[in-house]
């Protein structure tokens, strides 16, 4: 995880497996409170999610994550 400053970080989910594996992330893990901004770097699809973050992940393959807080999903341009 890195963080870029108190609104802004990048998180990594690593599979290592053989197979493809669906990897959950809490925004509990992270600290993070609330409505979040999980941004898919790779895919370039933003959205809102509460709780947690869910993706399925191929097998020795990463999806790189941008997280905010809801509040500032302006920067990002997410429609509500």
């Given at each position: ?14 599979n290592r497996g053989a ?62």
């Open positions: 995880m890195f963080t870029q400053n108190r609104w802004k970080m990048a998180v990594g989910l690593i197979a493809t594996a669906s990897i959950s992330l809490k925004w509990a893990d992270l600290k993070l409170t609330g409505k979040q901004v999980a941004r898919d770097l790779c895919a370039k699809k933003p959205d809102v999610f509460d709780q947690q973050f869910s993706s399925p992940v191929a097998p020795g393959g990463v999806v790189l994550l941008r997280v905010n807080p809801e509040k500032y999903s302006y920067i990002i341009n997410i429609k509500k």
